[in-house]
């Protein structure tokens, strides 16, 4: 008579479950990595499960196209850079440390970004929309952190709207390659200036006459 197998010896399905969300999780980390870092426009499926080290069904059980993997990839690392940001500045209680980090997440984040995903981006219309829509609401995001410093007479009473749109004008600028061939700031430099720039513009602190 064959005895019952005990419960322990049997591998728990919740445990099997959460392996292969990890294991899924995983691949859709390092898929977001090779697509931020090299872009998307020449990489097959077949390119993506070799650099996974996984089959290409592997990859369809992740998303039935790639275009859809490609998606899914672009707009996580929008979502996530956002929630960061919303986050970095939620733990500062002064508004211009609140407004410094809530940028300096996207200056990280944007390191990610190599040139090629940028192009890749701006020439596929899916993606402009994800990217056009991001940029949108990081507007509205430091609009309301200008908001609330303006009203509470941290900030001098400027257009939030204007100062915001203007903010992420620069940024767009100082991401350019061809800026830096023109001067001697580094990145860091000049993201360093911009910033003080604006906190200088925004501060209603008496200044000194000449």
């Known amino acids: 008579m064959t005895e019952p197998v005990a419960p322990d010896d049997a591998a728990p399905a919740g445990a099997a479950e959460s392996s292969a969300t990890k294991r899924e999780a995983e691949l859709r980390a390092t898929l977001q990595d090779i697509i931020l ?11 993506m ?3 996974l080290g996984c089959s290409k069904r592997t990859i369809y059980e992740l998303a039935p196209t790639k275009n859809e993997l490609v ?5 996580t690392f929008f979502a996530t850079l ?25 200056v990280r984040a944007a390191q990610r970004l190599g040139p090629v995903i940028i192009a890749d981006i701006d020439k596929w219309e899916p993606a ?3 990217w056009q829509e991001h940029m949108r609401l990081r507007v509205d995001g430091l609009r309301n952190l200008l908001e609330a410093g303006i ?29 830096y061939r023109a001067n001697d700031l580094s990145l860091s430099e000049a993201f360093d200036e911009f910033y003080r ?4 513009a925004l501060d209603t602190s008496p200044r000194d006459q000449d």
């Not at 998606?71 to 707009?75: F, K």
């Not at 900030?155 to 100062?163: G, M």
């Open 71 to 75: 998606l899914d990839a672009i707009a």
């Open 128 to 130: 402009r929309r994800l």
């Open 151 to 179: 009203a509470t007479g941290a900030f001098r009473d400027l257009s939030p709207t204007l100062v915001a749109e203007m903010v992420f004008a620069g940024i767009s600028r100082l991401r350019e390659p061809d800026f």
């Open 37 to 47: 870092a090299d872009g998307f426009s020449r990489l097959s499926v077949s390119e």
């Open 197 to 200: 720039m604006l906190l200088f």
């Open 82 to 106: 956002r929630e960061d940001a919303d986050r970095a500045s939620e733990q500062c209680s002064e508004p211009a440390d609140k407004i410094f980090e809530y940028l300096q997440v996207g």
């Open 49 to 51: 499960a070799q650099r």
